[in-house]
């Protein structure tokens, strides 16, 4: 059994870049991982570890008083510990405006309205071929970062879509309940939500510096090569950027699936069915 901790950024439209990161960890592990991560905050102190707050040292944050030895360390104990029980780490990026350009309005109906969901909807994908590779057949569990259901609602139901599209997709190969198990839950109550935020912050670093030459600060920096370097397993990360031609060559791949093409006319008729239903009842 594994659970996959999934923390997306780019959702700001100021963002030039969305992400999609992902930790997965055996469920064996999680009460020990909560265990250490809870000495190191009583040790610490405190309450919960939000890595662009505490990297900013936000004077409005339990971090504001902080010296930077102390921010330093905080944040290397974080990433030691996601390293520690994390078995792999993925994160797929993309730059807003070649997703924009390059993706045509029908299939962004299929591949994502947004842009961070296009990249959880992929990620999902390198879930399952690590799945794959490494003889894991039971369904994972996924854990994503909270959205709230009003004040995000939008964002949230655009992520149930994702997961409701690829159980549809798995059942029909026969596979049912391959992504029925997941939640929305609190980073502060979830202490792998809390290292799975140190990794996509760094990711989404890395990225805009990949994609948009944006400096990397000194944190950025430190995390990033502990790590794509700093672990025993040289592929424990996988980070990938997507660039405007590898979009563009998916984007043209895509098109060309019979299967993609099926499930869009799926889509049309179910969304015509129910406007019918709609109009029936006067709405």
């Not at 963002?15 to 265990?35: E, F, G, T």
């Not at 309450?47 to 504001?64: R, T």
Request: charged share 30%.
């Amino acid at each position: 059994m594994f659970t996959v901790y999934i923390d997306d950024s780019g959702t700001d439209p100021k963002q030039q870049v969305a992400i999609a990161s992902a930790l997965i960890i055996p469920a064996s592990r999680i009460v020990a991982l909560d265990k250490e991560f809870a000495r190191l905050r009583d040790k610490e102190v405190f309450k919960e570890f939000h890595m662009s707050v505490c990297a900013s040292l936000n004077g409005k944050s339990e971090f504001a008083d902080w010296d930077v030895v102390k921010q330093h360390r905080v944040i290397s104990r974080v990433r030691q510990i996601g390293k520690k029980f994390g078995v792999q780490a993925i994160s797929l990026a993309v730059t807003k405006a070649d997703y924009d350009e390059l993706m045509p309005d029908w299939l962004r109906e299929l591949a994502g309205r947004f842009h961070y969901t296009w990249a959880i909807r992929n990620t999902l994908d390198l879930l399952d071929r690590w799945a794959g590779d490494h003889g894991v057949l039971t369904p994972f569990e996924y854990i994503y970062d909270w959205m709230d259901p009003k004040a995000q609602k939008e964002s949230r139901t655009e992520i149930e879509t994702v997961m409701a599209q690829a159980e549809e997709g798995a059942s029909a190969l026969g596979h049912p309940g391959r992504y029925t198990n997941y939640s929305f839950r609190r980073r502060g109550d979830i202490p792998a939500l809390q290292c799975t935020d140190a990794l996509a912050w760094t990711c989404y670093q890395y990225a805009r510096f990949a994609h948009m030459g944006a400096p990397l600060s000194d944190i950025a920096q430190e995390s990033w090569k502990d790590y794509d370097e700093n672990h025993l397993n040289p592929e424990w990360l996988y980070a990938a950027g997507m660039k405007k031609q590898h979009l563009k060559d998916w984007v043209e791949k895509e098109i060309k699936v019979p299967e993609t093409i099926e499930l869009y006319k799926r889509l049309k008729a179910k969304q015509g069915t129910i406007r019918s239903r709609d109009r029936g009842r006067g709405l």
